[in-house]
């Protein structure tokens, strides 16, 4: 097979049967050959088999892929998006018309990230999921679930530390946010990603080895539910102080975070860790970026934001990691 074949095939995105412009532009292919290209890929078995355990969001039932488009046993029908991934966020699991961050705060998310200002976070996370996750394999493939994925940022940092280690991942990720959701699938074919409420996990029960959830609001139950029994559940929340210098320049008065001491039903707490880090923020776009990806971009006046694109140069990012594992029924 030559060299363009192969590259059209690696650019097709699973439901997407589709070659890019990129590749038309080239001029190898005409367009007889692209109609047929796209027939044969459209109606390979490979497209027609899904690979990630999504569930109805209707009635529970087992999803199935059938040329761009779950089904269940019930006929509940979901497409598969031109991007790659499912929306499974019923209209009564709404809070508004459309809910999440909006683009304009995921974008700069987004760009913050790829900064690698979070890096250190991520590499934490990845290092403890591989601690506790290898426990697991018994020569499978490890199931990886991030609940409020995002863009996929931290999913893909995990399945990169778990891939060099010679262990398969199996990588899945919902987030309420559809803009967020597009992204993620865009950059990261080879996970499964859904639009979805984190009150209603759209995988199996004892399905997973891992739940991810960082920043995120989540239902404990939900979480006991899909995971097996040993798995993980890494929560990261904010610590004390973090962003301490973005509240001190907005708010009168600081009142620092609290951090979540509850242990869930169902779980024991194995780990907890604290990660503190000093963040230098070059530039007004770095702090603005930043600053959207807080409620404190939302409530600041436009003086005091102003005042803050301006002067504040470092911050400090602070995090509550905790490790709870599933116990025995």
């Not at 030559?2 to 997407?16: F, H, P, Q, T």
Request: hydrophobic share 40%; with cysteine.
């Amino acid at each position: 097979m030559s060299i363009e074949w192969i590259s059209a095939i690696n650019r097709v995105n699973l439901g997407l049967w589709s070659i890019t412009p990129a590749i038309l532009n080239g001029g190898f292919l005409d367009n007889a050959t692209i109609i047929s290209f796209t027939y044969r890929v459209k109606n390979s078995p490979m497209f027609t088999t899904s690979t990630i355990d999504w569930i109805c969001p209707s009635c529970g039932g087992d999803l199935r892929l059938d040329k761009g488009v779950f089904c269940c046993d019930n006929k509940h029908s979901f497409d598969m998006a031109k991007e790659g991934y499912v929306n499974l966020l019923l209209a009564q699991h709404k809070n508004s018309k459309e809910p999440g961050d909006n683009k304009q705060m995921v974008n700069a998310r987004r760009l913050f990230l790829q900064q690698g200002h979070y890096q250190p976070l991520a590499n934490t996370v990845a290092a403890l999921f591989l601690e506790h996750g290898q426990q697991q394999t018994q020569d499978q493939a490890l199931a990886f679930f991030d609940a409020g994925c995002g863009e996929g940022y931290y999913l893909d940092c995990v399945s990169q530390v778990i891939k060099s280690q010679d262990l398969e991942i199996r990588a899945s990720g919902i987030d309420i946010a559809k803009v967020a959701v597009q992204k993620a699938a865009k950059k990261y074919p080879q996970y499964q990603f859904a639009v979805a409420s984190t009150y209603h996990l759209p995988v199996g029960d004892l399905s997973q080895n891992g739940v991810l959830q960082i920043f995120a609001p989540s239902s404990e139950t939900e979480v006991f539910r899909v995971l097996k029994v040993g798995a993980v559940w890494i929560r990261v929340n904010p610590g004390k102080g973090h962003l301490q210098q973005f509240k001190q320049a907005i708010y009168d008065q600081v009142t620092p975070h609290k951090t979540n001491q509850k242990i869930p039903a169902g779980f024991a707490l194995v780990q907890q860790k604290a990660l503190s880090f000093e963040l230098k923020l070059s530039s007004p776009a770095e702090r603005e970026n930043l600053l959207m990806m807080t409620p404190y971009y939302w409530s600041a006046t436009p003086q005091k934001k102003q005042w803050l694109l301006e002067n504040v140069e470092q911050v400090t990012a602070d995090f509550d990691i905790q490790i709870l594992v599933k116990l025995a029924a």
